[in-house]
Nanobody
Framework: VQLQASGGGWVQAGGSLRLSCAASGRTFRNYVMAWFRQAPGKEREFVAVINWSGSSTNYADSVKGRFAISRDNAKNTVYLQMNSLKPEDTAVYFC????????????????WGQGTQVTVSS
């Protein structure tokens, strides 16, 4: 599966952005989908994950209550709605896909998008 992330940009603290990740291939509905992010000089970290049907989600503590992951299997797309953004949310955001278990580890994901930059100013 090939992944294409979009929707990043610049926003003031307290604002919102919605990221999209479009996937190619007919088997999108079989994949666990996740979002990770990487700030300059830091390791890539888990943000959110959603199972194949959308019935189960999990979030990093740092974004819980502010971010929401969702998916539309008919459109082969996963979304990340980001509200109440903070300067510490500034990072490149990556979507990832895997056929197996729901995981918060980068090592579990076989497929990655190219990343989209999110910048939050104070």
């Amino acid at each position: 599966v090939q992944l294409q992330a979009s929707g990043g940009g610049w926003v003031q603290a307290g604002g919102s952005l919605r990221l999209s990740c479009a996937a190619s291939g007919r088997t999108f509905r079989n994949y666990v989908m996740a979002w990770f992010r990487q700030a300059p000089g830091k390791e890539r970290e888990f943000v959110a994950v959603i199972n194949w049907s959308g019935s189960s989600t999990n979030y990093a503590d740092s974004v819980k209550g502010r971010f929401a992951i969702s998916r539309d299997n008919a459109k082969n797309t996963v979304y990340l709605q980001m509200n109440s953004l903070k300067p510490e949310d500034t990072a490149v955001y990556f979507c990832a896909a895997d056929l197996n278990i729901i995981s918060t580890s980068t090592l579990a994901y076989d497929y990655w998008g190219q990343g989209t930059q999110v910048t939050v100013s104070s």
